[in-house]
């Protein structure tokens, strides 16, 4: 039981290139959410799936895009990626969207140049 | 949108000392989560309140639920140095509404 999983974990990308972040859970969670973590910030909420089939924009959306592959698998896509996207990116997932407790991969640090 | 203030930014104790930190926000929440990060990790789930006025415990770790619901605390006793990290808090203001975290607080514990 691997919980939420996260590949890459690391990443470099130029200015303008695309790259999109996998990230699957094994806990048969019907949730599952995108956050970048900013130093000295908290996690902050790009998209998010609440069930299959569903996706939502959170706080900071733009310049991304989501992809709900299937229960276990939700990819964050960037189209165009720029410096302001370097950050640390998180996957998390969670029973239900009521259900608040969240479980969270260990994160893809992203450096755009 | 929604915003958590969470205080100390950050905090210096010696080992074996007691800690204390909270959370803030200026709406009334029906969640409060409690969540540790080790350098280069995941946050993981220390401790979840769903009720005012709740009091919950994990070891050394107590988390209270605010009674006014627009605050939450958490106390480390005893710390140790693997209590290093940053701790996030976070709320919820209903079922429909995405969880909203805190900046977090960074503890340093000295041996």
């Known amino acids: 039981n691997a919980g939420v999983t996260q590949t890459p974990k690391f990443q470099v990308l130029k200015t303008g290139q695309s790259m999109t972040l996998q990230c699957a859970q094994d806990m048969n969670h019907n949730s599952m959410y995108w956050y970048r973590q900013d130093p000295g910030m908290g996690l902050r909420l790009i998209y998010y799936?609440?069930?299959?089939?569903?996706?939502d924009k959170g706080e900071v959306p733009n310049g991304y895009n989501v992809s709900r592959l299937n229960k276990r698998e939700f990819s964050l896509r960037l189209e165009s990626a720029a410096p302001s996207q370097t950050s640390v990116y998180f996957c998390?997932?969670?029973?239900?969207?009521?259900?608040?407790?969240?479980?969270f991969g260990p994160g893809t640090r992203l450096t755009v140049l | 949108g929604q915003q958590l203030n969470q205080s100390p930014q950050s905090m210096f104790i010696q080992e074996g000392e007691d800690v204390s930190m909270n959370c803030t926000s200026s709406s009334i929440f029906n969640t409060w989560l409690w969540y540790k990060q080790d350098p280069g990790e995941g946050p993981v789930l220390l401790i979840a309140?769903?009720?005012?006025?709740e009091l919950t415990s994990n070891g050394r770790l107590t988390a209270q639920f605010g009674i006014t619901r627009k605050d939450s605390f958490l106390n480390i006793s005893a710390s140790i140095p693997s209590d290093v990290g940053i701790y996030f808090c976070a709320g919820k203001i209903s079922g429909n509404t995405p969880l909203v975290f805190g900046k977090g607080t960074r503890l340093s514990v000295i041996a």
């Open positions: 309140l769903y009720k005012a006025g």
């Open positions: 799936s609440a069930s299959e089939g569903t996706t």
């Open positions: 998390a997932s969670s029973v239900l969207a009521e259900r608040n407790e969240q479980f």
